[in-house]
């Protein structure tokens, strides 16, 4: 029978196209345990042919029963991951030299993401010290042997791909002071997180174009699923479809744009819509630049950001200007640009170029990889600056953002989410419309995020799973909603772009029985820096860092509570588009201007941005405390702001905007001596409006509100 395994072996590396990435890095030796994720019953039958013959394979009891016939030219230990006396048998054979492969979840994942790590690995790393190499298994997920029927597209044979990553230690001085219990959790977190930087690592490449990433997402999840569904206009797209229509616009475009000079974008001007998304497509199959411009920002800013992005050419619908009144900011633009219409591109396609783009559909052609100034997205930022700042975005920064929210929590193509935000914003452009398309999960589109009786309608309607909004926008939907409206089918609410209020989570978890998971990011990081897992939560905080992300804090003069966070990672933008400079590069580390805590298990608490304190007389006082104790005097449902002005005296005053007509300044003195603060932190104004101004995205405009105390 010594025959049967080595043809055994050609047969399933050639079914499964089997490639070993990383093997160099991959050297026996003693006290070495190889770690792979577990995506399904055939992860250690293909991993066993390649690795040598001296690893020993831990296998689950259960499994050991049912399928020893398929190890028997292997060495295996059987444990069961529950139990303590296991780790003893494993740490006997490792003290024997023989490598262990060992399989830390301890089950099949039955999400799509990793599932939790045993704490015997972690204890193992800590008693032996052993040497770790993570192993990152893709591909296997899709096979019929897989945990997730219903949830991909299954298949006998998927392409698959292993990826041996960099050996380590777990640092033994990282767990000083704690005890037993704690280094053992500690040290299991540890490894876990460096599994997962692994395998982000093991699905990125140095250069991708997303028109690319798309012609995989049909190839691996079928190019007959509906994908995308538009409300406004009824359309649905199946990949198949979708693709189609990129490749026949592209061939249009491609005649329009002609031969775009060094640092020419091309701008969009859409709704969130199924034509804004083969806009996009068709852009990224040419790899073109593109600038998606805040429809929201007025004419003037919006002109200010064509100029500083470097924009020739402007695709928009008529039927969108007009019903925008964005009649004036066409008739400008049309002086400096070139304005295309999508009803006059829509009018102009002939039969020849509906078979041209058939086939190439059919050929599946693709298009530039990379190039100079090729496969970015510019998005612009809401901040304080007189004209608008460009954040230059790779498809390679968006595409790792979209892997490092997928590996943390479970996605998978049998959700449905809807797509509010506007894709202006990077929130509404990668979580909201890329991520889903890319991996598989159907997006309903809708255009207007402030239609708060409308939105738990279609989520009801459409059996949406995946929301994702801003506090302001899920503290309306949630007010207007029924209960069973977003409790029938919602599996996961993210919020991001803003500071999730208390009273929001309690409404919706006392309402729908729902949590929300609240994140943290800013355009310049595609947008997410940490997220609030089912895994791993905690209350108040905006999460841990995604993988593949590093953090450092730098004390901040003036400020005692935390520090200035800086990160890095592969989500970190290119660079600004500076008016009046052009490209500046990012640095290695991005500063974020945001001040935050740090705790031991890697949960990350905003205190403050740098910009959201005033300096009065000398020293610094926290806006958003201010907003606290002023926010504790008002009626449950109103709202305020607080923003700093200048003044002669002291340097800078607080003015506060607010919209509770009963609010008055005794109220508010009283509740600042409740909590024992110095006058310092009085408003020196309580200013009325009946609604505060919001940007497009929901957030509070700010940059308005400062405007206002300045002049009044």
């Known amino acids: 029978m010594k025959w049967l395994y080595p043809l055994l072996r050609m047969l399933l590396l050639a079914a499964f196209r089997v490639n070993v990435k990383g093997r160099e890095r991959f050297r026996l030796a003693e006290n070495m345990v190889l770690i792979p994720n577990h995506v399904s019953l055939l992860d250690g039958v293909l991993l066993s042919l390649v690795l040598p013959k001296e690893a020993v394979f831990v296998v689950n009891t259960g499994m050991a029963k049912r399928f020893d016939w398929l190890f028997p030219i292997r060495e295996t230990i059987a444990v069961d991951p529950a139990n303590p006396y296991g780790v003893r048998s494993m740490l006997k054979t490792i003290r024997s030299g023989k490598p262990l492969v060992i399989f830390p979840e301890g089950r099949i994942t039955t999400t799509g993401a990793m599932m939790k790590v045993y704490s015997g690995i972690g204890y193992m790393a800590l008693r032996a010290k052993v040497t770790l190499v993570p192993v990152a298994i893709n591909g296997l997920e899709y096979a019929k042997f897989s945990y997730l029927a219903g949830k991909v597209k299954q298949r006998w044979f998927p392409r698959v791909d292993f990826s041996f990553g960099e050996p380590f230690q777990v640092p033994p001085g990282m767990v000083e002071g704690l005890s037993r219990k704690a280094q053992k959790v500690w040290a299991t977190t540890w490894i876990r997180d460096r599994m997962l930087d692994h395998l982000l690592e093991s699905r990125l490449k140095p250069q991708l174009n997303l028109f ?161 100034g090729a496969n970015e997205v510019v998005l612009f930022t809401s901040g304080s600056e007189s004209k608008p700042k460009g954040v230059v975005l790779s498809h390679r920064n968006l595409f790792a953002n979209m892997q490092q929210a997928k590996l943390v929590i479970g996605f998978n193509s049998g959700d449905i989410v809807l797509g509010t935000m506007p894709m202006f914003h990077s929130f509404g452009l990668t979580a909201g419309t890329l991520l889903p398309l890319l991996t598989g999960m159907k997006l309903v589109l809708y255009p207007n995020p402030l239609h708060y009786k409308v939105i738990p309608e279609l989520v009801y309607d459409k059996n949406i799973t995946i929301l994702f909004g801003t506090s302001t926008f899920l503290a309306a939907y949630g007010r207007m909603a029924e209960p069973y409206d977003l409790a029938h089918s919602l599996r996961y609410v993210v919020a991001g772009a803003e500071k999730l209020k208390d009273e929001v989570r309690a409404l919706w978890m006392d309402k729908f029985g729902i949590r929300i998971l609240e994140g943290y990011g800013t355009t310049e990081t595609s947008p997410v820096i940490a997220l609030n897992t089912p895994m791993h939560a905690s209350r108040g905080s905006v999460g841990r860092l995604l993988p593949g992300m590093e953090a450092r804090v730098e004390p901040v003069d003036g400020i005692t509570e935390g520090g200035e966070l800086f990160v890095r ?43 959201s304190f005033a300096k009065i007389g000398g020293e610094k006082v926290s806006l958003p405390m201010v907003e606290g104790y002023v926010a504790a005097c008002m009626q449950a449902s109103s709202l305020c702001v607080a923003v700093a002005a200048p003044d002669r005296r002291k340097g800078e005053r607080i003015v506060v905007y607010h919209t509770d007509s009963g609010l008055t300044p005794g109220s508010v003195r009283e509740a600042l001596a409740q909590r024992q603060l110095p006058g310092i932190y009085m408003p020196s104004e309580l200013r009325y409006v009946e609604k505060l101004p919001l940007l497009g995205n929901g957030k509070v405009d700010y940059v308005t509100l400062r405007g206002w105390a300045q002049r009044e």
């Open 212 to 372: 690319h990433e798309l012609m995989a997402a049909k190839g691996r999840h079928g190019a007959g699923r509906v994908i995308l569904e538009d409300v406004v206009t009824g359309t649905t797209l199946t990949y198949r479809q979708l693709a189609l229509h990129s490749y026949v616009l592209a061939l249009k475009l491609k005649g329009l744009l002609g031969q775009l000079p060094r640092g020419a974008r091309t701008a969009i001007v859409l709704p969130n819509t199924s034509a804004h998304v083969i806009v996009l497509f068709s852009l990224f199959r040419l790899g073109k630049p593109v600038v998606i411009l805040n429809y929201s920002a007025g004419a003037g800013a919006m002109l200010d950001a064509c100029e500083t992005g470097g924009v020739r050419t402007i695709v928009t619908s008529r039927a969108f200007v007009e019903k925008t009144g964005l009649q004036e900011f066409v008739l400008l633009a049309s002086e400096r640009h070139e304005v295309l219409f999508l009803e006059t591109i829509r009018a102009s396609v002939t039969v020849a170029d509906r078979l041209l783009g058939w086939l190439q559909a059919k050929l599946r052609m693709k298009g530039p990889v990379a190039g100079a």
């Open 569 to 611: 990672g592969p989500n970190v933008m290119q660079g600004y588009l500076i008016h009046g400079q052009g490209f500046v590069a990012s640095p290695d580390w991005y500063r974020t201007g945001d001040v935050v805590t740090i705790d031991e298990q890697g949960f990350i608490r905003i205190v403050a941005r740098l910009q």
